[in-house]
């Protein structure tokens, strides 16, 4: 087995190779505005990094978010063109579980956060760094505050919102690392991973911006 | 003639507006030119939404790419090239093309081409007419530009002449069709209802035609909102619109500017070609008028058929393929998408350095 994991769901541009029981090899960047130009670049030098070619890999691994919608497509959007030029199966993970895996948390419950911009975080509960409860929803802090009340929370989320989430701490971002290992661990289970497919939480902002079409420079 | 296999195969993807397109040519053979519109989810809302074109390119890609390939009958891995619009267009849609198209890229170990949009639309008559002639003097009409283009080598050379300083052509046929209540798009339905009326109805402005202004440049802004006070006057007024004529009498002041000004740039420039493309080029009267208006002027006319002006992968790879025949330098893995890319830019050249050093990459650094 062969993974290649990556996600762009956060500020996070989080890239790793999984040949089943360990992580062969990772790259992380933070960019949140510079997902595109970064992603290839770094699969290109984690493949490099393993000695390896891209058709060695026998499965990709995908963080489906939530998380904010440009930045996710060229997570997903990579990694449904791998599957469909390499002819291998494409799995997607909940970008907060893979924080939560990475967290370290034994026990529970948990919170995980991260940033959905415009004072809003994603969000969701966890038993145990292995088993969110519930969907993943987005809201602004406030708003949910009592409902987090007393529980650890992890992510940048968490850390952006201190009045909400007192007990907040790291990791800040997911990484493709903890989001391989934790679906090769489903994977030998036998369980079925997610559709590869984008966890938006927020239907589109339907406004046609003035000057619509415009796309030539005047 | 060289054998045909010898050309260029190469798989195009666009992605810069509400189209997700997927064409493949070989050399300036067409081979397949799989579109998949989002148009209808934008129409309740009177023009195209970002982040609702966004959301489909990512659904439609890897279907429309299946679809291509099927349609060609070829196998990716005897593709030679992958090429891409790098813009110019909406950021969030470019965005999702540049992905795939690397992603695509890269599994098959092919080079990447980043191209221009607009020179796309350009380059995408050489499917329909053979080799574009050179110079090619260019007019590209549609919802997003408006601009008059001289190009000696469309790999390498395009220039600018002159574009509109307001409202793209193609903005103001939906504007007005929305005042009208005709829905969106609004250029098909204003050319079926212009059929039936008279151009010469109502004498609406033509926008930037007098002896002191540009003379390449365009404005449909004043237009636009002449024909809206015309129509909201006789609703005051609790008179029936003639939807008809407001069509005919609209269409004729755009088409009339556009037409006059391509050929006159074609005298100036002693360009004895004129290429018309972008979406409003499958207007009717448009084709109809540029086509007598080139033979009284010895021009001869190269207008694609309908489905190539409006964006589609096609033009992308047709670029593409031309990128490859003249051997362009490929872009590099860290290709990005351009909202604003220059038109005077046909593609985008990767870098001579490695990608350790891409970091250390400025403009200057780039090839010419
Ligand atoms: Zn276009």
């Known amino acids: 087995m062969l993974l290649l994991a990556l996600d762009t769901a956060t500020p996070a541009v989080t890239v790793a190779l999984h040949d089943g029981s360990r992580v062969v090899s990772e790259s992380s960047q933070v960019d949140a505005r510079r997902h595109g130009e970064l ?5 290109d030098r984690v493949l490099a990094d393993a000695g390896l070619r891209l058709d060695a890999v026998t499965g990709v691994v995908v963080g489906v978010g939530p998380g904010p919608y440009t930045g996710l497509r060229v997570g997903l959007m990579t990694a449904d063109t791998f599957g469909l030029a390499l002819g ?19 026990g529970g419950p948990f919170v995980v956060a991260t940033d959905a911009r415009r004072k809003e975080v994603y969000w969701a509960r966890y038993d145990d760094a292995r088993t ?25 989320g968490a850390l952006l919102y201190p009045d909400a989430f007192p007990d907040a701490r790291g990791p800040e971002h997911v990484s493709a690392a903890s989001l391989a290992a934790l679906a090769a661990e489903r994977l030998a289970a036998g369980e079925e991973l997610l559709e590869p497919r984008p966890l938006y939480l927020r239907r589109p902002d339907a406004q046609v911006p003035k000057n619509y079409k415009v796309v030539t420079p005047k | 003639m060289a054998d045909s296999r010898d050309e260029p195969l190469v798989l195009g993807i666009e992605t810069s507006c509400d189209e997700t397109g997927v064409g493949i040519v070989r050399g300036t053979t067409l081979l397949a030119d799989a579109v998949a519109s989002s148009v209808d989810e934008h129409a309740r809302f009177g023009g195209v939404v970002p982040e609702v074109a966004s959301r489909a ?43 795939a198209a690397k992603a695509y890229a890269y599994a098959l170990d092919k080079p990447l081409y980043g191209v221009n949009h607009l020179a796309s639309h350009i380059c995408v008559d050489q499917l329909e007419h053979g080799p574009l ?36 052509a193609g903005e103001a046929f939906d504007k007005i069709a929305r005042v009208l209540d005709l829905g969106f798009p609004g250029g098909p339905v204003i050319d079926r209802y212009a059929r039936e009326g008279d151009p ?12 002191r202004d540009a003379p390449y440049d365009f404005s449909f802004s004043g237009l636009k909102t002449s024909v809206a006070r015309w129509i909201e006057a006789k609703r005051a007024a609790g008179e029936d619109v003639p939807v008809r004529d407001v069509s005919a009498s609209f269409q004729e002041a755009v088409v009339d500017v556009l037409t006059r000004k391509a050929v006159r740039a074609c005298k100036d420039e002693g360009v004895d070609h004129l290429m018309i493309g972008g979406g409003v080029a499958a207007n009717s009267r448009l084709r109809a008028l540029a086509q007598e208006r080139c033979e009284k002027a010895g021009i001869r006319l190269r207008v694609p058929r309908p489905k190539l002006c409006t964006d589609n992968g096609a033009m992308v790879a047709a670029l593409g393929a031309e990128m490859v025949a003249r051997n362009r330098a490929a872009s590099s893995w860290d290709l990005s998408a351009d909202s604003s890319l220059p038109v005077t830019e046909p593609h985008v050249p990767g870098h001579s350095h490695d990608h350790d050093h891409v970091h250390e990459v400025s403009k200057e650094n780039l090839y010419p």
């Open chain 2, 133 to 168: 002639p050179e110079p090619t003097m260019a007019l590209l009409v549609s919802g997003g530009h408006s601009s008059l283009l001289l190009s000696e080598d469309i790999t390498s050379d395009v220039r600018p002449l002159g574009s509109t300083i307001d409202d793209a």
């Open chain 2, 200 to 211: 010469e109805a109502i004498a609406f402005p033509r926008g930037l035609t007098g002896p």
């Open chain 2, 57 to 99: 390119h990512l659904e439609a890609m890897a279907p429309t790419i299946r679809r291509a390939l099927k349609d060609a009958g070829v196998s990716a891995k005897d593709l030679d090239g992958i090429a891409v619009t790098a813009g110019p267009g909406l950021a969030g849609a470019l965005l999702v093309g540049v992905s």
């Open chain 1, 88 to 106: 291998v199966p494409v799995h997607g993970v909940c970008t907060l579980d893979g924080l939560a895996y990475a967290s370290g948390i034994d």
């Open chain 1, 39 to 43: 992603l290839l670049p770094a699969v």
């Open chain 1, 132 to 156: 969110r409860t519930g969907e993943p929803a987005v809201d602004r802090p406030a708003d949910i505050a009592a409902e987090v009340e007393g529980l650890p929370a992890v992510g940048a």
